[in-house]
């Protein structure tokens, strides 16, 4: 039945890829057709193509590998400087460029020469670029709104949930039997000790009333090596202990009490809290996703100083991260380990749209990067066309015309070099040591 449950979430999560890729390029090729560009090719996918029809000018179909997907525009690039697009060059840079401005006119039909995508106003093929990721990111504040304020989040209570036996090094934890964690030689938990059961709720932590988890795990990891006054709520009764708190590796942590990367030296008790569903109100909501929004600039900014720990977990057996850079093949298996968790159906559906809602929020985030091939290099050339020109106005100077693009081609082909190599280092490390979800 694992198993079944587990291909059941592979294919799930393959689904609601292929709608999120559809959807982008739907984005592209509607206002491209709002503009009256031409679009013979609208594909899902790459590869061979597995079906297609054609409906007036565009062919829609899929194709093999679910990888991707493109709409095909016609005159992505201007004419080279002598109005050709045929010339040959014996320079490899000056080739790609060559061969990038031939592709986007290999189509081209009499008729044809005021409908392509380069003749438009920089501010409408800014709005055609934009589009693919906008959809992205559309898709993923709806379907983020409709798990947070329909169903809720995770939130840890100032109740205890477990207490810990032994006290354990954050950094030790990864090599500890999870069954049977605590070794003779570890100290007691203070918890344990002093006597906090399951079910105690924190009414005051040190004299101060407790109002929240984070403030109460603030409390905590203030106070190392200290002897502190706790009172707790236990079947309708105040109870009072008095733990000596020890110090202790811990995660580190955001404002909310969330963990973060890298461990820190802080006062250590030892219990873990219960934590209950909470639907959130719109406002809320909001500044959730702009913690993610943040959150994801910020993971994809340092992906550069991910690759070390990457290449020691794919080739070196090093252990792979939670927070770890997945590719599709990787997300795929967390899908498929989603739906086999011993967890009620409800919340494995929920887990899987919130996979599904930050892999769309990560499609707009890397698509906005203003480097060819992606949407968001397009998108610089456009916005730098219309630079150009306001300033030839401004300074009463001959319209430069349009922004070659096409001469980007061999920084273009380097970029897709990198994310080539990068993707692959992340298939490999997602098949020999796959980030594993825990219930």
């Given at each position: 039945?694992?198993?079944?449950?587990?291909?059941?979430?592979?294919?799930?999560?393959?689904?609601?890829?292929?709608?999120?890729?559809?959807?982008?390029?739907?984005?592209?090729?509607?206002?491209?057709?709002?503009?009256?560009?031409?679009?013979?090719?609208?594909?899902?996918?790459?590869?061979?193509?597995?079906?297609?029809?054609?409906?007036?000018?565009?062919?829609?179909?899929?194709?093999?590998?679910?990888?991707?997907?493109?709409?095909?525009?016609?005159?992505?690039?201007?004419?080279?400087?002598?109005?050709?697009?045929?010339?040959?060059?014996?320079?490899?840079?000056?080739?790609?460029?060559?061969?990038?401005?031939?592709?986007?006119?290999?189509?081209?039909?009499?008729?044809?020469?005021?409908?392509?995508?380069?003749?438009?106003?920089?501010?409408?093929?800014?709005?055609?670029?934009?589009?693919?990721?906008?959809?992205?990111?559309?898709?993923?504040?709806?379907?983020?709104?409709?798990?947070?304020?329909?169903?809720?989040?995770?939130?840890?209570?100032?109740?205890?949930?477990?207490?810990?036996?032994?006290?354990?090094?954050?950094?030790?934890?990864?090599?500890?039997?999870?069954?049977?964690?605590?070794?003779?030689?570890?100290?007691?938990?203070?918890?344990?000790?002093?006597?906090?059961?399951?079910?105690?709720?924190?009414?005051?932590?040190?004299?101060?009333?407790?109002?929240?988890?984070?403030?109460?795990?603030?409390?905590?990891?203030?106070?190392?090596?200290?002897?502190?006054?706790?009172?707790?709520?236990?079947?309708?009764?105040?109870?009072?202990?008095?733990?000596?708190?020890?110090?202790?590796?811990?995660?580190?942590?955001?404002?909310?009490?969330?963990?973060?990367?890298?461990?820190?030296?802080?006062?250590?008790?030892?219990?873990?809290?219960?934590?209950?569903?909470?639907?959130?109100?719109?406002?809320?909501?909001?500044?959730?996703?702009?913690?993610?929004?943040?959150?994801?600039?910020?993971?994809?900014?340092?992906?550069?100083?991910?690759?070390?720990?990457?290449?020691?977990?794919?080739?070196?057996?090093?252990?792979?991260?939670?927070?770890?850079?997945?590719?599709?093949?990787?997300?795929?298996?967390?899908?498929?380990?989603?739906?086999?968790?011993?967890?009620?159906?409800?919340?494995?559906?929920?887990?899987?749209?919130?996979?599904?809602?930050?892999?769309?929020?990560?499609?707009?985030?890397?698509?906005?990067l203003p480097l060819l091939p992606l949407d968001g290099g397009h998108i610089a050339g456009a916005l730098w066309e219309a630079v150009r020109r306001h300033a030839a106005r401004v300074f009463r100077r001959p319209d430069p015309g349009p922004f070659d693009v096409a001469k980007l081609m061999p920084v273009a082909y380097v970029v897709a070099g990198i994310f080539v190599c990068f993707t692959?280092?992340?298939?490999?490390?997602?098949?020999?040591?796959?980030?594993?979800?825990?219930?």
């Amino acid at each position: 039945m694992t198993a079944l449950m587990t291909v059941l979430g592979i294919v799930v999560f393959a689904v609601g890829l292929m709608i999120s890729i559809a959807w982008h390029e739907l984005g592209h090729l509607t206002w491209a057709k709002i503009f009256r560009i031409r679009v013979p090719q609208y594909m899902v996918g790459f590869g061979p193509t597995l079906w297609s029809r054609k409906k007036g000018e565009t062919e829609y179909g899929f194709k093999a590998v679910p990888l991707g997907g493109y709409i095909r525009m016609i005159g992505m690039f201007p004419p080279g400087e002598d109005g050709r697009v045929t010339a040959r060059s014996t320079s490899p840079w000056r080739s790609m460029i060559e061969d990038a401005r031939s592709a986007a006119y290999e189509e081209l039909q009499p008729g044809d020469e005021t409908r392509m995508f380069y003749t438009r106003a920089p501010w409408k093929r800014v709005i055609v670029m934009f589009a693919g990721p906008f959809m992205n990111l559309v898709l993923a504040v709806a379907l983020f709104l409709t798990v947070f304020m329909g169903f809720g989040i995770s939130m840890s209570t100032t109740t205890v949930g477990q207490v810990e036996d032994c006290v354990i090094s954050a950094s030790d934890t990864s090599h500890r039997d999870a069954n049977n964690p605590c070794r003779p030689t570890d100290p007691v938990a203070p918890a344990k000790a002093a006597g906090l059961k399951a079910g105690d709720r924190f009414v005051s932590f040190d004299g101060k009333a407790v109002g929240s988890w984070s403030q109460l795990s603030d409390d905590i990891r203030r106070h190392p090596d200290d002897t502190v006054t706790v009172v707790v709520e236990r079947d309708g009764r105040q109870v009072t202990l008095h733990p000596h708190l020890t110090t202790n590796t811990v995660a580190r942590t955001d404002r909310d009490g969330n963990p973060l990367d890298g461990t820190t030296k802080a006062g250590f008790f030892g219990f873990a809290p219960a934590s209950h569903i909470q639907p959130l109100g719109f406002t809320d909501s909001v500044q959730h996703m702009g913690d993610m929004a943040d959150q994801g600039v910020r993971s994809l900014v340092s992906l550069p100083e991910r690759i070390p720990d990457l290449w020691n977990a794919a080739f070196h057996h090093a252990p792979r991260k939670a927070d770890s850079p997945m590719g599709v093949v990787g997300a795929a298996r967390v899908g498929g380990q989603v739906f086999a968790l011993k967890e009620p159906a409800i919340d494995r559906v929920v887990t899987m749209v919130m996979l599904v809602a930050g892999f769309n929020l990560s499609l707009f985030l890397f698509n906005m990067l203003p480097l060819l091939p992606l949407d968001g290099g397009h998108i610089a050339g456009a916005l730098w066309e219309a630079v150009r020109r306001h300033a030839a106005r401004v300074f009463r100077r001959p319209d430069p015309g349009p922004f070659d693009v096409a001469k980007l081609m061999p920084v273009a082909y380097v970029v897709a070099g990198i994310f080539v190599c990068f993707t692959l280092l992340v298939l490999i490390a997602d098949v020999v040591n796959p980030v594993k979800l825990s219930s």
